[in-house]
Structures are given as structure tokens and as C-alpha cells.
């Protein structure tokens, strides 16, 4: 998490193959050289181009003309601006449900230039849009990658767009639906991916309270999962979903939520959280083939859904979340309680040995911790000491449904970490406790 990282040297180091490419893309899209990528511009056709390289580079069928789906805007002054589409597939193996689609979607555009005027001096501010929404279209491209890769794991079929003129009343999304794809009837449902790289304030689904897909986000929440969104009532940002929405096409937008840097030049890549999207990635791919296998009707507006009462639930679907000492921030019972109890094994300090613990615990209606498990472990040692801090958990508030105390289950990623210099011992949050036992 953004806070959490440590300096972009060291990370460079040690990342995954999805942050290196997620980091390049972003890296790509919002140069300075894309101008702010604004509608109609040339550099929005430059990051076109650059999806549509990408997308044939891992695979992945391009529906889209090489120089995209063009299509026109009347503006104001009466001028056409141009625009485009572009449109990746991958076929489902089913052959009664091949012929059925799941779009995921990310928007090309953001607010390009602005000249301003400072000491009697033009200047020129380039509102790079990293994260609104290179990051977003960074995502969509590795989800294209892991899906084209594992395509025998879907039974309908998966669009990727790339909707230009979004920050135009939608109207790549619009030209998608209306007048460039001709069997939108068959698309059962869309991810739409917007401003999805600041996971330090939060990971949130948005479904304008589609009951079908909460069904199918509370059954993704109640199994292992690297990270889990907050499901909202309340829309983060308008976007591409809503075009979808007209058709009555059932949504779910993913996003981080609402950020300072939102729509000035300070939207660079420097804010942007590539280790939380690495676990959103993952969790997005996996909703993917949920949502592509289901046997439900996906329907716009379904019956409601009774709530399953169930024994143990998602701490994220509480109504009222657990507290550890009156905050319902996981994050803070990382930072104020696991690592500040944490010791690295000097075993492992010696061998180099460091990675991300998931670890899983139980909260009780008593606000007891039990059940206290590893899920994804990366040495003996660190998984029994991350297992030891957790265990020892001070008692929470429980979390509670319709006014009642609940169950609920949660799992955390505890970070070990070398720093490059010396191999000094360090946790998730940068300078948090580096004790060695």
C-alpha cells in the first residue's frame, strides 16, 4: 500500500511480472508525450495504438481496425472530434454459452492540457491521468493476458474495450453498444475498471445494488481471496457502467475510490499503489470467471436475494464492521498491533528469507480472535510468527448484521521485508518495528 512501499529502487528489484508490466503501462500512458490522452487528441489515439499493440502481443484477438473503432462527436462550435474504440476477444470453450459475453472495460481519455498564464508567462499543465485511468487500462491489459492464457477456465466469451470519449457523456460506450457491436444483446454482464491504483484509500465494487452480481461478490468474498472490495451504494464516479446500466445491462464498477490528485497535473505515477493492484488484479481475474461460468440469469433488476445465514461471514460484509480499538481499518490493526508486536526470525534475516503471509482469523461475537490459520505461507518461521502476533490479538468489536453480532472472518497480508542495503529487517508499513528475535 502507498505507505506502506519502500523506495521505488528497492521495489524494482523484487517485482512480479504483472507490477513490471502494470508499472510499464502506466508508465506509457501517462508520459508526458500522451498529453493527458484527451478526447479526440493525438494522444488519445497514441494510447489506442498502444492497447491494441498490447492486446495482439499476449494473444488476444483485436475486433477493432488497426487504427481503431473511429467514430464522431459533434462539440459545441460545430466541429467533429474523432475518436476511437478498441476492442480485444477471447473466446469461451462452452459451446452453449460461448456466444454469450462479459465486457470488461477501462477508458482511454482523461483531460489532456490547459494553459495557464503564471507571472505573465503561459504554462502549460499536462494532466497525465496515472491513475485516472492509466491504471485502470493497465489492469484491463494483464487481465486480457491472464485471461487469454487461461481461456479454457471460461465458458462465455470476454470483450476488452477500451472506450474512448468517456469524459464526453460516454460516448465510446455509447457507440459500443448503439452502433459498433452488433450483438449487444448478448452481453450478460460488464466490468468496468476506473481509477483502480490508490488501494491505500480502499478497494470498493460498485453494482448500482444489483442483487445478482452482490450474490455473486458476497460468494467471491467468502472464499480465499487476495484482497476483497467494499461493495458501495453509493457511485464512486460516473463512468462507462452507466451506458451499460441504459441497456439494462447488470454492472460492477471497480475502483479505489476518490483521491486528492483526482483531475490535476499531481496524477502521476508516483501516487500510484502497484502492490495493492497486483491483489486487486488478482481478485478481478478470479470475479472474471466467476462471472463468465455462473449458471444464474443474470438479470438487470432480479428479486431480492434473502441474505444467507450463514455461520461465519466476510468481514466486508458486515453492516457494521469489527473494530480493533474503534477503527474498522484493517490496516490499523496491522500498523498498531501486528507490527508493532512482529519479530523477524534472525534464521530467516540470515537466509534472505522474506515474502507476504496471508493469514486468516476468525472474529468472534465476543470479539475474541480464533481460527487463526495460514492461507498462503512463505517460510516456517515467518508463517508461525505472523501466526504468534495475530493469536495474541487484544479482543475486538464485533461486526454485526441487521443490528445483531456476527462471526466474521478476515484475512490479512503480513509483509516481511529486507531492505537492499545490509539486509535490515522491515514489516508492511515502512519504518514500522524491525526487531529481530
Known amino acids: 500500500m502507498g505507505q506502506y512501499m519502500q523506495s521505488d529502487t528497492y521495489r524494482g528489484l523484487y517485482d512480479s511480472e504483472a507490477v513490471s508490466a502494470m508499472k510499464s503501462h502506466v508508465r506509457e500512458l501517462s508520459a508526458a508525450s500522451m498529453e493527458g490522452r484527451k478526447a479526440g487528441s493525438e494522444g488519445e489515439k497514441a494510447a489506442a495504438d498502444y492497447l491494441r499493440s498490447r492486446l495482439q502481443e499476449y494473444g488476444v484477438d483485436v475486433l477493432s481496425p488497426e487504427e481503431g473503432d473511429i467514430f464522431g462527436i459533434k462539440t459545441e462550435n460545430g466541429d467533429t472530434l ?13 459451446r452453449n454459452l460461448r456466444d454469450k459475453y462479459i465486457v470488461i472495460g477501462a477508458r482511454l481519455d482523461n483531460l489532456g492540457t490547459m494553459t495557464m498564464t503564471v507571472d505573465g508567462q503561459p504554462v502549460e499543465k499536462v494532466y497525465y491521468g496515472a491513475n485516472g485511468n492509466a491504471s485502470g487500462l493497465a489492469m484491463m491489459m494483464e487481465l486480457a493476458r491472464m485471461i487469454q492464457s487461461n481461456s479454457i477456465l471460461f465458458r462465455r466469451s470476454v470483450l476488452f474495450v477500451g472506450f474512448g470519449a468517456s469524459n464526453m457523456g460516454f460516448a465510446g460506450a455509447w ?26 484509500n480502499g478497494f470498493y465494487a460498485y453494482t ?29 464516479y460516473p463512468s462507462d457502467h452507466r451506458a451499460f446500466y441504459s441497456k439494462e445491462i447488470p454492472s460492477v464498477m471497480f475502483t479505489t475510490g476518490r483521491y486528492g490528485e483526482h483531475n490535476t497535473e499531481k496524477d502521476s505515477q508516483s501516487i500510484i499503489d502497484f502492490e495493492t493492484m497486483e491483489r486487486e488484479l488478482e481478485y478481478v481475474f478470479n470475479f472474471s470467471v466467476a462471472l463468465a461460468n455462473t449458471d444464474m440469469a443474470l438479470s438487470y433488476k432480479a428479486a431480492q436475494t434473502p441474505v444467507e445465514s450463514d455461520d461465519v461471514i466476510s468481514f466486508y460484509e458486515c453492516d457494521q464492521r469489527p473494530l480493533f480499538s474503534n477503527n474498522s481499518d484493517p490496516r490499523f490493526f496491522l500498523k498498531e498491533w501486528v507490527y508493532h508486536y512482529l519479530r523477524y526470525p534472525q534464521a530467516a534475516v540470515r537466509d534472505g528469507v522474506q515474502g507476504t503471509v496471508m493469514v486468516q482469523f476468525v472474529i468472534e461475537k465476543d470479539g475474541k480472535v480464533t481460527d487463526v490459520k495460514v492461507v498462503k505461507g512463505v517460510d516456517e518461521e515467518l508463517d508461525a510468527e505472523a501466526v504468534r502476533v495475530i493469536e495474541a490479538s487484544p479482543k475486538w468489536k464485533a461486526g454485526k ?28 508499513i515502512k519504518g514500522i518495528n524491525r526487531k529481530t528475535k
Open 401 to 428: 448484521v441487521g443490528g445483531n453480532k456476527v462471526r466474521s472472518v478476515l484475512t490479512l497480508p503480513v509483509e516481511f521485508r529486507l531492505e537492499k542495503k545490509g539486509g535490515k529487517p522491515s514489516f508492511g
Open 175 to 200: 457507440y459500443f453498444l448503439d452502433r459498433s457491436f452488433s450483438d449487444a444483446a448478448s452481453i450478460d454482464a460488464m466490468i468496468n475498471l476506473d481509477m483502480v491504483g490508490t488501494g491505500y
Open 208 to 236: 448500482s445494488s444489483n442483487p445478482d452480481l452482490n450474490v455473486l461478490l458476497k460468494k467471491q468474498a467468502a472464499e480465499l481471496q487476495p484482497i476483497t472490495p467494499q461493495v458501495t451504494a453509493n457511485e464512486p
Open 82 to 94: 474523432t475518436s476511437r474504440n478498441v476492442i480485444g476477444f477471447v473466446q469461451g470453450y462452452d
